[in-house]
């Protein structure tokens, strides 16, 4: 039985052989390839986001849990706010890689300059000056002199404040600033040490939902909101409706004109488009709902924003998630998506790889026994015009080399469907050695 183990009807080895080439070659190309496409996003990204209790901080949160659903780790780093975050992703030494920028904190130049990408504008940030009642404040020169915090200069806010105060003929000396941070300067403002405060955030921040429903604190009424909207590009004119934080309690009691830049989400240029992609649909899911300044669907958008806007980010607002990303799981449509290119030319690789390798597996059975020819001829070349006086030296030696041809011969493994190609090599054996017989034969009778 186990001799019969050799005889088969196809021969791996030799098979391997042949195509073992071609493979090798295709195996590289696709390692090259793969390396190049980068279809594997990384499992961890570092999103720089906000002070304590901020509205970026609450966001950072759930971007997290978002990703969390795809294994992909969201790491968080708190941060001043919007300009600090900015330093951040245009600092090579630093490890985020995408963060929360107000718009207005940079020039569309210097943005492209510094390798920076948009993902989007996700909600706007309405300017939130909150003031003491008692201060009675209805225009922004009755500031003067009066103590307001406008956070660290990491925030951007104090830019954007003292740009609001130069417009309305104001220094930024004639008003008090504070540079504490939000929660501290909420304690302040509660305590009566300072007289106002000043936040850039989405209504949803813990510190604006406390300090909206606070008795004794009033919300200063941009009232001509719009005026600075035609000043300043990069803010839009909001209003928050009467009634929008306690319809019960009519709070707040009439509508209020506010100025608001947006928020966005920027990344370095580098970032994987995989990652690109879930950061913009977990945005649809986080900020795609109706809210206190925006009907449902208006955000995330490509829009109000002065950085260039990611294409992976831009072709998703146009035509949506990625077809294969809706009946597959992420990490295979994304491996699918990035590799479709490699699976065209592998199939251009393989087709005429196809048509030569059979061709390469029957040469190199059919070598097993044509080799053996060359071996054949040569015992019959010796044997030709043999001197009478040399008959009982060489006939006997080429006979002898016939048998050990024969023998190795014996011992070739070759499938079944080449079986006719070996017997017929060992019936041209016998044939060389009944010449050498009949000539040995011949030689004895003279």
């Not at 003491?132 to 925030?155: C, F, W």
């Not at 921040?205 to 009424?221: E, N, R």
């Not at 669907?297 to 294969?324: M, R």
């Not at 030319?345 to 097993?368: E, N, Q």
Request: with cysteine.
């Amino acid at each position: 039985m186990p001799k019969m183990l050799k005889f088969t009807r196809f021969s791996l080895r030799d098979f391997l052989i042949a195509a073992g080439p071609a493979a090798i070659a295709v195996l590289a190309t696709c390692l090259l390839a793969y390396w190049l496409v980068d279809p594997s996003p990384p499992t961890m990204v570092t999103l720089s986001t906000g002070q304590d209790n901020s509205a970026y901080e609450t966001l950072g949160k759930k971007y997290a849990g978002a990703l969390a659903r795809y294994d992909i780790r969201v790491v968080q780093k708190s941060s001043l706010g919007s300009l600090e975050n900015l330093q951040r992703l245009n600092d090579p030494s630093s490890d985020v890689d995408i963060a929360f920028v107000q718009s207005g904190s940079t020039e569309h130049e210097a943005a492209e300059r510094s390798g920076l990408v948009s993902l989007g504008s996700l909600f706007t940030e309405p300017v939130w000056l909150f003031i003491r009642s008692a201060k009675n404040v209805h225009q922004l020169t009755q500031l003067k002199g009066l103590k307001i915090n406008v956070g660290p200069e990491g925030t951007g806010v104090p830019d954007l404040f003292r740009k609001i105060l130069s417009v309305n003929g104001m220094e930024a000396g004639d008003v008090r600033l504070g540079m504490l941070e939000n929660t501290p300067a909420t304690v302040e403002l509660l305590a009566g040490r300072i007289d106002g405060l000043v936040f850039s955030s989405a209504p949803d921040a813990p510190l604006i939902q406390m300090l909206l429903q606070t008795p004794g604190i009033k919300l200063f009424d941009f009232s001509q909101a719009e005026a600075y909207t035609r000043r300043f590009p990069f803010l839009s004119h909001v209003v928050l409706p009467r009634g929008i934080v306690d319809l019960g309690r009519d709070l707040p009691p009439k509508d209020y004109h506010l100025i608001a830049p947006t928020a966005t989400l920027v990344a370095r240029e580098d970032l994987h488009p995989a990652l690109v992609n879930l950061f913009v649909q977990a945005a649809t899911s986080i900020h795609g709902n109706a809210g206190w300044f925006n009907r449902k669907g208006e955000f995330p958008t490509a829009s109000y924003t002065e950085i260039p806007v990611s294409p992976a980010a831009e072709k998703y607002y146009k035509t949506g998630s990625p077809l294969l990303q809706r009946y597959l799981p992420f990490w295979l449509a994304n491996f699918l998506e990035r590799m479709w290119v490699v699976v065209v030319a592998l199939g251009a690789l393989i087709l005429p790889l196809s048509r030569i390798i059979p061709p390469l597996y029957v040469w190199k059975v059919r070598s097993r026994v044509y080799r053996w020819y060359g071996q054949l001829r040569a015992v019959e070349q010796e044997i030709e015009d043999v001197p009478r006086e040399k008959h009982a030296q060489v006939y006997p030696a080429q006979l002898q080399r016939l048998n050990d041809i024969e023998e190795r011969v014996n011992r070739i493994s070759i499938p079944l469907s080449f079986a006719d190609e070996l017997y017929g090599l060992r019936s041209h054996i016998n044939f060389v050695r009944r010449r050498i017989v009949a000539l040995m034969e011949k030689a004895a009778v003279s």
